[in-house]
């Protein structure tokens, strides 16, 4: 059998791999598997080296790295395109035309 951190080494690497290429079903797979590798009570009695951890911290570390990344990117694209993408006017509810201070509206005709 395998070393369970061994096989934890090759997870975070296979969720890196997901989170630069934004695939979200193979991410969630990973943490699910991840989840459960490490709930397995026979990680604590396998034995761990100490380039066998330091490579674990490092992908971990990296990968949260950057999912944060990931996240302010997301945030920034959504207050630009909030800002940007604003409505320009409003209709009340008779269907009549208003204009929000110095907004147009666009104009419907051909």
């Given at each position: ?57 490092r992908l971990s570390e990296h ?32 269907g009549k035309a208003e204009n929000?201070?110095g907004a147009q509206l666009l104009?419907?005709?051909?």
């Amino acid at each position: 059998m395998r070393n369970p951190w061994q096989r934890l080494a090759e997870i975070l690497e296979e969720e890196r791999k997901a989170i630069v290429s934004g695939n979200i079903e193979k991410l969630l797979d990973c943490l699910k598997e991840k989840e459960t590798l490490l709930k397995d009570p026979s990680l604590k009695k396998a034995p761990l080296s100490r380039e066998l951890r330091e490579e674990i911290t490092r992908l971990s570390e990296h990968n949260q790295m950057l999912l944060k990344a990931g996240l302010a990117f997301i945030e920034e694209a959504y207050r630009f395109l909030g800002k940007h993408f604003a409505p320009k006017g409003v209709y009340t509810a008779k269907g009549k035309a208003e204009n929000i201070k110095g907004a147009q509206l666009l104009s419907v005709e051909v």
